[in-house]
C-alpha cells in the first residue's frame, strides 16, 4: 500500500523560500533508514514581467543525479514543463519565459512552479508561487508644492501662442506596448516653438527644486489585466523618493520626488530616468521586475519670469530657456553671475553684428517712439528672421528678455543723448574705435543699456568697453560690460558730451 | 458763409490723406507685421520697414521726429537732395526715413538701396 505524508527536510543552503516538501514512500519504514532526501526551489523571483524582457530563472535544488521534473500551474492546470537531472551539485536550472510550452502567452496573474524529484525514499515535491504582471506607465505629469520643495514654471510655445498647463500631461503614450513590445514614454521634443503632439515636454523649476513626478499606470496590457491587483510590485528610482502609490495598484497614481536639487545652479539637466519595478521576496530580497525609460529635459532657472506682466508671452519662452540655460550653465547661482554670463554669450557667441552703417533696431522699437516703451519682436529674433546685425536696442532687448526668463529681473535703460566716444568694441567686431561708423560718425545719438538696479549696475552686450587707464585711446584693454558700476561704464563709454540713464523701463515682447 | 466757403476751398486744395500701405503688394518684401508703431516687414534682401500712417499730417510729422529719434543711433547730418518725401533723413542708401503727407516710412536696406525701396512703398499708398 503506498501512503504519502509530509516530513521534515534538511535544508543545507540559505535560499529563497520553498514553500513545501513532500515525500511520497512506499513505505514509512525505509524512509527512516535512507539518507533524507531534499528539495527546495531557490534563486526564483516573487513576481516577473514576461513583455518586458524579464524571464523567471529559478534553481531546483536537490541531491545529485536525481531526476527532475518542473511544471508550471495555474489554479491546478498544467501550462509549461521541464525534465531533467539535478548535476553534480545537485542543481538544476531553468527559465520560464511566461508562455504555454508551445509559447503561446499565458496571461498575467498567480501562478505556481512545482517541482518534483524522484528520490530513493519517493517524490517529493517543492512549490514556489510567482506573479505574472505587466508593469508599465502610460502618463506622468510634472508638479511642485508652491515652492515649498519644488517650484515649476510653465513655459511659453512661441509659434502656438499658448502656455503650458501643469495641470495636463507632460508625457503619454496611447498603449503601454507596440506590436506586443513594451513601450518607453516618448523622446523630449527638440521642437520648442509649440507644444509637441507626441513627444514629451520639457519642463521647467527653480534650479534648487525638488522636481515632483506624478505617474499613471497603464492597465490595458498584452496579457490581458496588470495582474498589479495581486502582486506587489514597487517603483523605485535612483535618487528618487516614491511618496505615495507603492506596491502599485491600478488607478493608483504614483507620486515621486528627487531627493535633492537635480543642479547645483542653473542650466538643463536631460536625464533618462529608469524607472525600475520591483517585487521583495518574503526574506527581503528585491527583484527586479521590470523598467521603463521617462526621457526628461529640466530647465533649471533662477526663479520665475522676471517680467512683471501677466500675458502668458511674458513667462518663459521654451526656445529662450533652451538657449539661456546652455548659456549659464556652470555659473553661480546669483543674479550678477547669470547675467555676466547671459553677456558673454549674447557679445561672443550669437553670431550677431552691430549695424555699422548706420546703428539701427532690426528687433526692437520704441511703442509709439516712447523710450519708456522698448518693444521687443522675439519672435522674429529667434528665427532671425532679419538677419543677424542688430543695435544697442536690440541687444539690450535680448539680454533683457532673456535674463527675465532666465528668472532675473532686468530692467532697459536709455543713455541721453548726443555724445562723443571713446574706444568701444562693437558686437561682432575685431577692434577697437571710437567711430564705430567711420571717421564722420563717431558718436551715439542714444544707447541702451540693462540693468538691474536703475543704472547703479550696467550689463550691456553691444559692445566693450576699453578697461584700461585711458579709455579714449588705443591700444584698448577689452572690458566686458558685466556688472559694472553705472557712474564707471559712462566714464569708459563717453568722450564727450551729454550722458545721463533715463527711462528705465521693463519692456514688451511680441 | 464766406469762412465756410474757404474752408471748403482749403480742404479741397489739400491732397487727401493716405488710409493705408498695402506691403503685401510690394516685391522684394516678406514677413509683415503689425508693431505697436504700425506695420513692419522683412526686406528679402536683408534689411526692415517701418511704416506708419498717421491720422493727420501734423501727427505724422510728431512720427517722423519719433522714428528720427528712436530708429537709429547715428545720422548723417544732411540727406542728400533728391530724397523722397515731405520730409526725409538718412543717405538715402543704407536708411531712409521720410513723412509722405500722413505717412511715415522708414528703411533699413543693408543692400543699399534704401530710395528704391521707399519710392516703391510710396507708390502703393492708397488714399
Not at chain 1, 57 to 74: K, M
Not at chain 1, 408 to 430: E, M, R, S, W
Request: a negative charge.
Amino acid at each position: 500500500m503506498q501512503t504519502t505524508r509530509t516530513i521534515p527536510v534538511l535544508f543545507l543552503l540559505a535560499c529563497s523560500p520553498a514553500t513545501s516538501v513532500d515525500i511520497s514512500t512506499d513505505d514509512h519504514d525505509v524512509a527512516d533508514e535512507v539518507e533524507p532526501a531534499s528539495i527546495a526551489i531557490r534563486d526564483a523571483a516573487p513576481a516577473f514581467d514576461p513583455v518586458d524582457g524579464t524571464t523567471l530563472p529559478f534553481t531546483v535544488e536537490t541531491q545529485p543525479g536525481y531526476a527532475i521534473h518542473v511544471e508550471v500551474r495555474r489554479d491546478g492546470e498544467y501550462l509549461a514543463s521541464w525534465d531533467g537531472e539535478s548535476d553534480t551539485n545537485g542543481l538544476f536550472a531553468a527559465t520560464w519565459d511566461g508562455r504555454h510550452s508551445d509559447g503561446s502567452a499565458v496571461g498575467s496573474g498567480a501562478f505556481q512552479i512545482v517541482a518534483e524529484v524522484e528520490s530513493p525514499v519517493g517524490i517529493i515535491e517543492a512549490t514556489h508561487d510567482v506573479y505574472a504582471v505587466r508593469a508599465a506607465f502610460k502618463t506622468a505629469w510634472a508638479e511642485d508644492d508652491d515652492g515649498f520643495s519644488a517650484d515649476r514654471h510653465e513655459m511659453y510655445w512661441g509659434a502656438d501662442g499658448t502656455l503650458q498647463d501643469a495641470g495636463l500631461d507632460i508625457a503619454h503614450i496611447d498603449a503601454i506596448e507596440l506590436d506586443g513590445n513594451p513601450q518607453d514614454l516618448p523622446p523630449v521634443t527638440d521642437v520648442l516653438v509649440r507644444a509637441p503632439e507626441v513627444e514629451t515636454e520639457p519642463v521647467a523649476y527653480t534650479w534648487d527644486s525638488r522636481p515632483i513626478l506624478t505617474l499613471e499606470l497603464g492597465t490595458e496590457t498584452v496579457l490581458g489585466s496588470t495582474g498589479l491587483a495581486e502582486a506587489d510590485v514597487d517603483l523605485e528610482l535612483d535618487g528618487w523618493t516614491v511618496l505615495s502609490g507603492n506596491p502599485l495598484r491600478d488607478g493608483v497614481p504614483v507620486t515621486m520626488q528627487a531627493d535633492e536639487a537635480l543642479v547645483e545652479g542653473p542650466g538643463i539637466h536631460t536625464v533618462d530616468l529608469s524607472l525600475r519595478f520591483t517585487s521583495t521576496d518574503t526574506d527581503g530580497a528585491t527583484w527586479d521586475v521590470g523598467d521603463q525609460i521617462l526621457p526628461m529635459r529640466f530647465y533649471m532657472t533662477m526663479g520665475p519670469s522676471g517680467f512683471t506682466r501677466e500675458l502668458d508671452k511674458y513667462r518663459p519662452w521654451a526656445l529662450v530657456l533652451d538657449e539661456s540655460l546652455a548659456a549659464v550653465d556652470g555659473a553661480e547661482p546669483n543674479d550678477n553671475a547669470v547675467l555676466d554670463a547671459l553677456v558673454e554669450w549674447i557679445f561672443n557667441d550669437l553670431g550677431l553684428v552691430y549695424d555699422s552703417e548706420a546703428g539701427a533696431s532690426f528687433y526692437s522699437d520704441y511703442a509709439m517712439w516712447q523710450w519708456d516703451r522698448p518693444h521687443f519682436f522675439l519672435g522674429e529674433f529667434l528665427l532671425r528672421q532679419n538677419g543677424s546685425v542688430i543695435n544697442c536696442s536690440d541687444a539690450a532687448n535680448i539680454l533683457s528678455a532673456y535674463a527675465n526668463m532666465t528668472g532675473v529681473a532686468l530692467n532697459q535703460l536709455v543713455i541721453l543723448d548726443n555724445f562723443d566716444l571713446n574706444q568701444i568694441k562693437a558686437i561682432g567686431g575685431n577692434q577697437y574705435s571710437n567711430c564705430p561708423f567711420g571717421p564722420w560718425g563717431c558718436g551715439f545719438s542714444y544707447h541702451a543699456v540693462t540693468s538691474t538696479d536703475g543704472g547703479n549696475t550696467i550689463w550691456d552686450a553691444t559692445l566693450a568697453l576699453d578697461g584700461d587707464q585711458n579709455p579714449g585711446q588705443l591700444p584698448s584693454s577689452e572690458l566686458m560690460v558685466q556688472s559694472i558700476s553705472g557712474q564707471e561704464y559712462l566714464s569708459r563709454l563717453v568722450k564727450s558730451g551729454q550722458a545721463a540713464y533715463t527711462n528705465n523701463a521693463e519692456g514688451t515682447l511680441q | 458763409m464766406i469762412i465756410a466757403l474757404l474752408f471748403t476751398l482749403t480742404a479741397l486744395a489739400s491732397p487727401p490723406l493716405w488710409r493705408s500701405a498695402p506691403l503685401t503688394d510690394v516685391a522684394g518684401i516678406k514677413a509683415i507685421s503689425d508693431s505697436p508703431s504700425g506695420q513692419r516687414a522683412t526686406l528679402a534682401g536683408g534689411g526692415i520697414i517701418r511704416v506708419h500712417i498717421a491720422d493727420s499730417v501734423p501727427a505724422a510729422e510728431a512720427a517722423f521726429a519719433g522714428e528720427r529719434r528712436t530708429a537709429a543711433t547715428t545720422w548723417p547730418h544732411e540727406p542728400p537732395a533728391g530724397l523722397p518725401g515731405d520730409q526725409n533723413a538718412g543717405d538715402g542708401e543704407q536708411m531712409l526715413l521720410i513723412r509722405d503727407r500722413n505717412a511715415v516710412i522708414f528703411v533699413r536696406d543693408l543692400g543699399g538701396d534704401a530710395t528704391a525701396v521707399t519710392e516703391s512703398i510710396q507708390r502703393r499708398l492708397v488714399d
